[in-house]
């Protein structure tokens, strides 16, 4: 089992930029297929964007482009979401995700393990 761990989320206003992380106690998320997924109240949780285990990224093209950039950092065992030019949409809670696939995929349900998330909000 994997646990995990978000952290970084807050108020905001908008403009602003937030970095989020993932990490794990127990795991190596090096050897995971991580991703970042959203979801605000009312709606269905989205994908945001996921990173393979060798650095190749995938992001939700209908909003991400130029704003979002997700990362690691194996030696901290750490996964990081960095998010600027937040707009009040982006108010969100943020989870964090993992993956044993091999492939990049942005279907939760591929997804194995999930955090509890970290709320972002974003004023106008």
């Known amino acids: 089992q994997v646990q995990l761990l978000e952290s970084g989320g807050g108020l905001v206003l908008a403009g602003d930029s937030l970095r989020l992380s993932c990490t794990s106690s127990?795991?190596?998320?090096?050897?995971?297929?991580m991703g970042w997924f959203r979801q605000a109240p009312g709606k269905e949780r989205e994908f945001v964007a996921t990173i393979g285990r060798s650095g190749s990224r995938l992001y939700n093209l209908d909003f991400v482009p130029g704003r979002f950039t997700i990362s690691r950092d194996n030696a901290k065992n750490t996964v990081y979401l960095q998010m600027s030019n937040l707009k009040p949409e982006d108010s969100a809670v943020y989870y964090c995700?993992?993956?044993?696939?091999?492939?990049?995929?942005?279907?939760?349900?591929?997804?194995?393990?999930w955090g509890q998330g970290t709320q972002v909000t974003v004023s106008s």
């Open positions: 995700a993992a993956s044993e696939r091999a492939l990049l995929t942005r279907a939760r349900t591929f997804f194995d393990y």
């Open positions: 127990g795991s190596t998320l090096s050897s995971y297929l």
